[in-house]
């Protein structure tokens, strides 16, 4: 149901299933590899096989600095800030994408 409505909303989201592991789904996306092909969805499917994840070829990383060390260091989220949402949290997701839309955020902020 996700990816249809991805699909007709235009969103563009990824959806993976139990079969791809949470360590391949983050590092896909931070963008430090590439993405793997989506699962077929339509059908049931069996136990997951997992493989290893090898860390060759991955891009070096472009985030930034931490800020200078100050008497309180407190992280921000900025306009660009985006997440990452594990598991079956619709009421979350939802209620971030309404944020997002109140604020006429550009782009979403869940990934």
Sequence with gaps: KVKAASDKLGLGLKVYGPETHITAVIPMALGLMEHLPEPDLTQACGPPVRKMISGAGSKPST???APAP???TIVTATPETTSIVYGMQNRAVQGMLDFDFMCKRKKPSVE
Excluded: N, T
Aim: charged letters at 35%; hydrophobic letters at 0%.
């Design 63 to 65: 985030q930034k600095p």
């Design 70 to 72: 100050s008497k309180h």
